[in-house]
Every structure is written in structure tokens, then in C-alpha cells.
């Protein structure tokens, strides 16, 4: 089955700074890769997602990177904001079972002012 | 204008008890979910319900019973309750699924945290 590893664990920044996270998955057929946003006392939140037949995809100060070849994406925040600060789960799922995905475990993201 | 709505949002019991949680969602999706997280943000899926049929059962303990009267709804009832039940317990919902095409985004609902004394 799908396995996904997210690092770091936690992640401090100094507002305006970029920050990286970076998820591997096991399964080579998986064709979706979403990132989600979760603020404290509230539910994940899709913040960008990426389909296998691209490389790269950018919305405004997020971008995604994702390497099918190493299995790898990653989430890029550049000029971070105190409003970043936050635990990003990245995600896949299986290719045999695409209602089902398999989350990271989860980056704490705190922006330091 | 609520996507994804959940009651309780907290519910503290004690162990033995038998307690239910309810989710609707108001987007016309087909697919919904039931997910839980620890205390260490863990999230991981336990149910998912696809127009009113069960697709996805994660080695729950059978005292987890998912129940969907209709496609915009999805309750979970949990029978005799254990200290290890105690987490958060979200819901979401999305399009169906397409085997091929890959998954869609998922809307979550705001969460049950669930104590169990």
C-alpha cells in the first residue's frame, strides 16, 4: 500500500523567509498529490495540489514541485506571513483506491516575527 | 453557507458509554469520510462512503459503526468507549472517486474532539 513521508516535523522560520517541506510516497502509479493546510481548532484545507502529467505548479506565494522519478514533491512558501504559521499535511493516494488518501505526518510550520 | 458541518464539536464521556456524532455536507458530493487524529496530528482515515455505500473500512474495531441515511450526510455512532478513542474526528467530503483519473480535493468539516474519561 501507499506510504507517505513528510520531514521535517517542525519547521521556524523568520518572517519573509522561504520554507520548504518535502513528502515521499511509495507507490509509482499514485497520480495526485495534494497539500493541506491545517490552522489550529479547524479542519485541513486544500491549499494547492499537483496531478502527475506536471512538474511544477505555482498560486501566488505556494508553489508545488513534485519528481516521479525519486518520488518525491515538495511545498514551497516564499516571503512567509505570521498567517502561514500552521501544520501542513501532504498526501497521496493509492492508485488501486483513489477514494482513499494517505496523509503525511503532518509539519509545524511557525513563523517567527 | 456551511460546506462541511459536524456536531458536537466537543463531547466529553466517560468509558462505556455509547456516543454518536453527526456530518452533513451541503456540496452535492457523492464521497464522504470519516478520519481520526491523535494527539500528535497523526490523520488517518477510518471510513469511506461512497453514494450511501461503504468503500473503505480501515481496520476499525467493529464499536465504530459509520451510518449514511442519504448522500449529504454521514454519522458515526462508537460503542462502548475506550480512553483510546479519545482524539479528533473529522469529516469530509469530496467528488467521487475515479479509479484512472485520481482523487479530488477533500472539504473537511471542523472536527468532534472527543474526551473519554
Known amino acids: 500500500g501507499e506510504n507517505v513521508e513528510q520531514h521535517p516535523s517542525t519547521l521556524s522560520v523568520q518572517e519573509g523567509d522561504s520554507a520548504v517541506i518535502k513528502c515521499t510516497y511509495s507507490d509509482s502509479a499514485s497520480n495526485y498529490f495534494p497539500w493541506y493546510k491545517q490552522e489550529l481548532g479547524k479542519g485541513p484545507q486544500l491549499i494547492i495540489d499537483i496531478r502527475s502529467n506536471v512538474g511544477e505548479k505555482k498560486d501566488q506565494r505556494i508553489a508545488v514541485t513534485l519528481n516521479k522519478t525519486a518520488k518525491h514533491f515538495s511545498l514551497h512558501i516564499t516571503e512567509t506571513q505570521p498567517e502561514d504559521s500552521a501544520v501542513y499535511f501532504c498526501a497521496a493516494p493509492p492508485f488501486s483506491s483513489a477514494s482513499k488518501i494517505i496523509f503525511g505526518s503532518g509539519t509545524r510550520l511557525s513563523i517567527r516575527p | 453557507d456551511t460546506a462541511v458541518s459536524q456536531t458536537p464539536k466537543y463531547l466529553v464521556t466517560q468509558m462505556g458509554n455509547d456516543k454518536s456524532i453527526k456530518c452533513e455536507q451541503n456540496?452535492?458530493?457523492?464521497?464522504m469520510y470519516w478520519y481520526k487524529q491523535d494527539s500528535k496530528k497523526f490523520l488517518k482515515i477510518m471510513f469511506s462512503y461512497n453514494n450511501k455505500e461503504l468503500i473503505i473500512n480501515e481496520t476499525v474495531p467493529n464499536r465504530f459503526s459509520p451510518k449514511s441515511p442519504d448522500k449529504a450526510h454521514l454519522n458515526l455512532h462508537i460503542n462502548s468507549l475506550e480512553l483510546g478513542d479519545s482524539a479528533v474526528y473529522f469529516c469530509?467530503?469530496?467528488?467521487?472517486?475515479?479509479?484512472?483519473?485520481?482523487?479530488?480535493?477533500?472539504?473537511f468539516g471542523p472536527g468532534t474532539r472527543l474526551t473519554v474519561t
Open positions: 469530509a467530503s469530496s467528488q467521487s472517486f475515479s479509479t484512472g483519473t485520481g482523487a479530488y480535493e477533500q472539504y
Open positions: 456540496l452535492g458530493h457523492d464521497t
